[in-house]
C-alpha cells in the first residue's frame, strides 16, 4: 500500500527536490548529476527516520513543481541500443542464409526425388500421396 506524504513532508521533499532539480527551457524537469526521484525520496527519509512516504510523492511534488523529466534514457542506453540492432541485423542476415539453404535443399531433395521415380519407374499406390516435401513455409 502506498503512503501519500502528508503537508510537512511535501514541504521537506520540495526543499531537497528545489535544492538538485531546475526547470529547463523546454519545460521539462532535470536533476544535476547523480539525482533522481529516487535519491530525493532516500535522502528525505534518511534525515526523517520517523517519515514514511511512497517514492510516488515524490515525483508528484517533482511534477508538479518542475514539470515531468525528458525521456533521455540511462547513460549508455544508446550504445546499448546499437548492439542490439547490430544483433538483430546479423540474425535477419543468418535468417536469409538458413531460408535460402531450406529453398536449396528442397530443391535437391525435389531432383533426388525425381531422380530415382524416373530410374525406378515409381508410381505410388492408387489412393497414396505422392512424397514430397511439404511446401515453403509462409513467412
Known amino acids: ?11 521537506a521533499i520540495y526543499k531537497v527536490v528545489s535544492q538538485h532539480c531546475h526547470r529547463t527551457s523546454e519545460g521539462f ?3 544535476a548529476d547523480g539525482w533522481d526521484d529516487m535519491r530525493i525520496h532516500k535522502e528525505v527519509l534518511a534525515a ?15 511534477r508538479e513543481n ?10 549508455g542506453t544508446d550504445a546499448m541500443v546499437k548492439e542490439l540492432q547490430g544483433q538483430i541485423e546479423a540474425m535477419r542476415l543468418k535468417l536469409n ?8 535443399l528442397r530443391d535437391a ?4 526425388v525425381a531422380y530415382l521415380r ?3 519407374s515409381y508410381q505410388p499406390p ?3 500421396p505422392q512424397s514430397t516435401p511439404p511446401d515453403k513455409p509462409a513467412h
Do not use: C
Request: aromatic share 10%; glycine share 6%.
Open 1 to 11: 500500500m502506498r503512503k501519500v506524504a502528508d503537508s510537512t513532508q511535501i514541504v
Open 29 to 31: 524537469a532535470h536533476y
Open 48 to 62: 526523517n527516520p520517523n517519515w514514511a512516504f511512497s517514492q510516488s510523492s515524490v515525483n508528484r511534488v517533482r
Open 66 to 75: 518542475f514539470g515531468n523529466l525528458k525521456n533521455i534514457g540511462r547513460p
Open 97 to 104: 542464409q538458413h531460408e535460402t539453404d531450406m529453398d536449396e
Open 109 to 112: 531433395y525435389n531432383k533426388m
Open 118 to 120: 524416373a530410374k525406378f
Open 126 to 128: 492408387p489412393g497414396r
